[in-house]
């Protein structure tokens, strides 16, 4: 008797034990999504605001309004 409650108790542990794995690993990987998808959104940003949004990418025309005093 003594030796199956031992056996039970040791594979309680690897039970428990297998299951932190698994808990690790997931949180692991919606860590990394999460990483992942930041880093995508900002570099998408950065090339969204690097393209020109008028005038096909000429030069920019400024004009000036003068007052005479």
Known sequence: MKLSHEADAVQG???E???ARKAAAR???RRF???L???VGVILVFVLQAQP???GGGPI???F???QF
């Open 61 to 63: 025309k400024v004009e």
């Open 65 to 67: 309004q003068y007052q």
């Open 33 to 35: 999504l999460w990483h």
């Open 17 to 19: 034990g297998r299951m």
């Open 13 to 15: 542990d690897a039970g």
């Open 53 to 55: 949004t008028t005038g």
């Open 37 to 39: 998808c930041l880093y």
């Open 27 to 29: 949180a692991w990987g």
